[in-house]
């Protein structure tokens, strides 16, 4: 069974920064890529960010500029660095990886934005 550990989240004031971690317990090379979504309360899950295995990126509009997809392959780990931090930035944050046929989740890591 694939898991995925999401850690780094907390709170920040506006215009702060972030380093979320997503911990894999397979070679990322087992995936075609790997996104993080994020959920707002009350609003839907939405796509923040996806890293390709060929390590191409593709950002959200809402994040472009301010948020940087990258991942370590010797430590399973991909991240997201956030900076810039805005108060609808507030969201629980999600890791997926998808191989071919599955599409695996981890269970979120919580940033909240605020004065």
């Known amino acids: 069974q694939v898991l995925l550990v999401e850690s780094g989240g907390g709170s920040v004031q506006p215009g702060g920064s972030l380093t979320l971690s997503c911990a894999i317990s397979e070679s990322i090379f087992s995936f075609r890529n790997m996104r993080w979504y994020r959920q707002a309360p009350g609003q839907e899950r939405e796509w923040v960010a996806t890293i390709t295995s060929g390590d191409s990126t593709n950002y959200a509009d809402s994040v472009k500029g301010r948020f940087t997809i990258s991942r370590d392959v010797a430590k399973k780990t991909v991240y997201l660095h956030m900076s810039s931090l805005k108060p609808e930035d507030t969201a629980v944050y999600y890791c997926?990886?998808?191989?071919?046929?599955?599409?695996?989740w981890g269970s979120g890591t919580l940033v909240t934005v605020s004065s």
């Open positions: 997926n990886a998808r191989s071919v046929y599955n599409s695996y």
